[in-house]
């Protein structure tokens, strides 16, 4: 028998701890029993920061809030920890393993994003990055997967993005790309913060705005198929000094395809001392 000197015995241990590693982070749980609804989410989290003077880390409190509310596909905004101002928290792996989940970090951080990620109770199948008209503006992103949820689902096309903030025709041409994603697939959720807002600095209505409009013509905004109005003041908490746009609808749920969404089941969760955003829920049944 051959006994291994000191330092082959080192490499060994490493490999076998790599390999346990791999396998650990790996593992999730198959979730193969059928499902009669899936409880969808969408979340700016704020570079998982709170929004407290103190700056603390909200991973905690964004993990409790997904549990509370049951959700099992759940698509993230401002997820990139993985910056000094933000503790370099790998937030999305930690929400996954807290979780049990499966993940997709999305952009690399190379590309200098806020960050766009997903989580979901089942695997995610095809992950690749789209990146948005952005000229002239921070590089925007979205991330395009399917899910292939159990009977009588079957396989969706999920769609995560974050738009831009800055100038109005550039977030319409990224809204245009994303209806064109949509477009490519039978039963598409595409999901996000929209920040149709720029049109309502200039003291004009939701109505009003190019990229609202564009939307809302092309995919099913299933807020308000919920019951939900079109123009309720749900999601961003702007400060205030800002109070005429304080609370407004920048977070969608938006879809396409042999959906029923669950009237009376669309939901806001969260406040202001986890994220400057609140998660927006909503139900779908097949």
Known sequence: MKILNKQQSTILLIIILTIGLAFYQSYRPSHT???????????NVHLFTDMGSSGQNNLVE?????????????????????????????????????????YYFGPSTHLGVWGVSLLS????????????????T????AIV????????????????THLSFDLQEVQLAQAEKIVELAKNNDKTIAMGDFNTVIAQLDGKS???????????N??????????????????????????????TRIDYIWYLGDFTVIIGNHQVLG????????????EFTA
């Open 33 to 43: 029993e059928s499902v009669d609804t899936i409880k969808v989410m969408t979340y």
């Open 271 to 282: 406040d202001e001392s986890v994220s400057d955003h609140r998660a927006i829920l909503v």
């Open 145 to 160: 997967a399917e899910i292939d949820i159990p009977s009588p689902f079957g396989k969706i096309s999920v769609i995560v």
């Open 121 to 136: 109770r089942w695997e995610i199948l095809n992950p690749r990055v789209e990146l948005l008209p952005s000229e002239g």
């Open 62 to 102: 964004i993990a409790q809030l997904i549990k509370d509310a049951g959700a099992d596909i759940i698509g993230l905004q401002e997820s990139e920890g993985s910056r000094m101002a933000s503790s370099n928290q790998y937030g999305v792996k930690w929400l996954a393993d807290e979780l049990n989940m499966y």
């Open 206 to 216: 939701i109505n009003d705005d190019p990229t609202f409009v564009l939307l809302n």
């Open 138 to 141: 921070l590089q925007r992103v």
């Open 218 to 247: 092309s995919l099913v905004d299933s807020w308000v198929e919920s019951g939900g109005a079109a123009d309720e003041n749900t999601s961003f908490h702007f400060s205030e000094a800002e109070p005429d746009i304080n609370n």
